[in-house]
């Protein structure tokens, strides 16, 4: 193959949300104050979102496409209080499900049968599932008719089986894989589950947009998830259980493990992968963290708001040969973070930003927008968190003042050129950068933009083994090679 044919380019990408309320409440956060002070479960269960007030939240709607995150600055903050009208819940990126049908996705993909789901349960979903493009027959087989009422509540009273609950209605429950080993405790199985089949969603939305599921060779995961037992606590192939029911027979995979820039790490490994001739197309994927639900629920609360962080996000990207019109990873200009980088704010932007742009001889300003840490802003201020991507175009837009490309008094109006506002919930590797994909990919292709670069930072919350930091980055380009995605 010649050198042009490999070039690797993004092909599609989706991005999907599950409404999640009645799980808030085992989110790694949530749980902790619930045991210490039960009284916090009512108070949160007060607190939560309908499907319809998700699916009508601006930055939900960003997150999948109907709007642009630009789009945020012209309406008022707090956004929660700005429910858009008549709010699609899918949209040209991806699509926000109601929980049930995450659940009965979750159950049937599920080979141990260790989460049940009651009967009426299930009845309640099955006309919308009938109508889901990513839901099968198949699924439907494997979903069955449910467990009765009276085995649930024996399974979670003799048994120790998590119940899971509808407000106060059980209409499920997890059971625990293995009676000694706490690595498949009934908790860990729930956050695995959750992590697997809301990745599942994304895939198959890839697979059946692009009709090529069959055509993926390799799937690689970059969740934060780390699946195992007791003698293999962490890490796992998370990625070829997803591949397994996302419609990818002829897939392996692998899951790269680096926590929040851990999709950066992916795309730029599959991009390699592809651009070596190994691999014709590569599936970069990320379930949701439940661990990360309601993470800041107290700002939430003590605020007066709705909990923001009930939603698990998960992601799809397609990564494939050069076809002539999808933007272009530049492996060329990847940045990375070293060892020996340092882990001020001025050092991870030097090598995430600057050294990439050098090395192609570019300037700040010759790049359209940046992507990097999108949490949003109306999750992370009340609890005291700040703006996060605000903070990261304020660095980048210091580092244009010290090269001399802009004067102090512009750096308002970089941020607001270069930067956007953040829209992704706080679910970790998936709000690094990656929610963007999709609007850099329609903006590359129609001629809007040249030059987007995405980059992640984080720290490696890697057990107490160090206190590094750690950084990834990568430009997309638009695909010269045809008029149809020139300026003009």
């Given amino acids: 193959m010649n050198s042009i044919g490999n070039r690797p380019c993004i092909k599609s990408v989706n991005l999907c949300l599950a409404h999640v309320p009645n799980l808030v409440r085992y989110g790694s956060k949530p749980q902790r104050e619930i045991d210490a002070h039960p009284e916090t479960l009512d108070e949160i269960l007060r607190a939560a979102r309908s499907f319809e007030e998700a699916a009508a939240y601006p930055p939900h709607q960003a997150f999948i496409g109907n709007l642009m995150p630009e789009d945020l600055e012209q309406i008022a903050r707090p956004w929660h209080s700005k429910p858009l009208v008549n709010a ?29 789901l009651d009967p009426q349960y299930i009845g309640r979903h099955r006309e919308a599932l009938s109508t889901a493009e990513w839901f099968t027959k198949d699924d439907f087989d494997a979903l069955g008719d449910g467990t009765p009422q009276e085995t649930l509540k024996e399974l979670v009273k003799s048994r120790g089986a998590l119940p899971l609950l509808e407000k106060d209605e059980l209409i499920g429950c997890v059971e625990n894989a293995h009676s000694e080993d706490s690595s498949l405790r009934r908790e860990i199985v729930l956050e695995n589950l959750m992590a697997k089949s809301s990745a599942v969603l994304a895939l198959r939305m890839l697979s059946a947009v692009e009709e090529r599921g069959a055509d993926i060779d390799y799937v690689m995961g970059c969740g934060e998830e ?18 397994e029911h996302g419609w990818c027979p002829n897939a392996t995979g692998s899951d790269i493990k680096a926590f929040c ?33 309601g993470m800041k629920f107290q700002g939430h609360l003590r605020n007066g708001m709705p909990i923001l962080e009930d939603v698990l996000a998960s992601v799809a990207v397609l990564i494939g040969e050069d076809d002539g019109f999808s ?45 990097t840490e999108l949490h949003d802003p109306d999750i992370t201020e009340p609890q005291g968190s700040g703006n996060t991507p605000l903070a990261n175009y304020r660095v980048l837009a210091s580092l244009a003042v010290q090269r001399k490309e802009i ?40 001629g809007e933009a040249d030059h987007t670069m995405f980059y992640a930072k984080g720290s490696l919350f890697l057990g107490r083994m160090t206190e590094m930091s750690d950084g990834m980055s990568f430009i997309l380009s638009r695909n010269t090679n045809t008029k149809k995605s020139q300026k003009g």
């Fill in 88 to 116: 699609s819940p899918v949209g040209p990126d991806g699509l926000i499900v109601e929980e049930g049908l995450l659940l009965c996705l979750t159950a049937a993909t599920d080979p141990f049968n260790l989460l049940r």
């Fill in 226 to 243: 780390a699946v195992g037992d007791r003698y293999q606590r962490g890490g796992g192939n998370l990625a070829k259980a997803v591949a």
């Fill in 261 to 293: 820039c851990a999709p950066n790490h992916a795309i730029v490994m599959g991009a390699a992968l592809v651009a070596s001739g190994l691999y014709k197309n590569v599936a970069v994927i990320g379930g949701g963290s439940l661990a990360k639900l």
């Fill in 327 to 371: 933007p272009v990873i530049d492996l060329e200009s990847v940045g990375r973070h070293t060892v020996a980088a340092g882990s001020s704010p001025q050092a991870i932007a030097e090598a995430l930003i600057l050294e990439p742009l050098t090395s192609k001889g570019l300037g700040i300003l010759d790049v359209d927008r940046y992507a």
């Fill in 407 to 446: 004067s102090r008094e512009e750096i308002p109006d970089f941020v607001g050129r270069f930067g956007m506002p953040g829209f992704s919930p706080t679910q970790g590797h998936i709000a690094s950068a990656v929610p963007f994909l999709g609007h850099a990919c329609r903006s590359l292709t129609s």
